[in-house]
């Protein structure tokens, strides 16, 4: 357990639906990234957050996309009209300043019908 | 980002060490090497970094060559629970802000009891 939570852990949806996940960083971690994960590949960048500022952004991340970070503690990532070319793991991950160590949860994993 | 070549997968007998190679030709003065580890159903860890010196941790030791253009991560008393993919990673620690970490597919470990 790295201290860093995400919820839900599985997620079956139907394409067209939205969906919303959240993730929970170490208390001391001002980064926070969020990345997927196709099986077979390794994590892909999605977005970053410094505090409750998002900084960059993956072409990755279409216009159904969207992640906020209100407070900088928690974040959430939405994604509306789901498609089948969603389905994966959904990746958290969180970092301080100094070292920029990352530190993983255990991941969100989505699956569209 | 300079580019990491790792073998796609490798097999160890349990209590047996390992050593697991990463090629990054391309390697610039200022990046370090890291890896992590992604264990079956989990987000991945971080595992070790260095940047010329041989690096030792509790989990496992990083050996870097004089011309830093490779290195190799040493299991060295393989268990079934390090049955992982292992990413070889370069950040480069230069920047001053932010990094996000890029992933490769990664070397799958088995390891047979």
């Known amino acids: 357990d790295t201290g860093v939570s995400q919820d839900p852990r599985h997620k079956i949806t139907k394409r067209g639906q939205n969906v919303t996940f959240r993730c929970d960083p170490i208390?001391?971690?001002?980064?926070l990234y969020w990345y997927r994960q196709t099986l077979g590949q390794g994590p892909e960048f999605l977005t970053y957050?410094?505090?409750?500022?998002?900084?960059?952004k993956s072409r990755l991340l279409s216009d159904r996309f969207s992640a906020e970070r209100p407070k900088g503690s928690f974040s959430t990532l939405e994604i509306q009209r789901t498609e089948q070319g969603d389905s994966a793991m959904y990746l958290c991950?969180?970092?301080?300043?100094?070292?920029?160590?990352?530190?993983f949860g255990p991941g969100t994993r989505l699956t569209v019908l | 980002d300079a580019k990491t070549t790792q073998p796609n997968s490798m097999e160890s007998n349990e209590e047996e060490p390992v050593h697991l190679p990463c090629n990054h030709s391309?390697?610039?003065?200022?990046?370090?090497i890291h890896w992590y580890r992604q264990l079956p159903s989990q987000g991945p860890e971080y595992v070790i970094h260095g940047l010329t010196s041989n690096v030792n941790n509790r989990m496992a030791s990083l050996a870097i060559a004089e011309d830093r253009k490779s290195s190799t991560l040493i299991l060295h008393r393989a268990t079934l629970r390090d049955a992982a993919v292992y990413y070889c990673?370069?950040?480069?620690?230069?920047?001053?802000?932010?990094?996000?970490?890029?992933f490769g597919p990664g070397t799958s470990l088995s390891v047979i009891p």
């Open positions: 391309t390697i610039s003065g200022t990046d370090y």
């Open positions: 990673i370069l950040r480069d620690e230069a920047k001053t802000s932010y990094d996000k970490v890029i």
């Open positions: 957050f410094q505090n409750e500022a998002q900084l960059e």
């Open positions: 208390s001391e971690h001002n980064r």
């Open positions: 991950a969180t970092a301080d300043s100094y070292t920029d160590t990352q530190y």
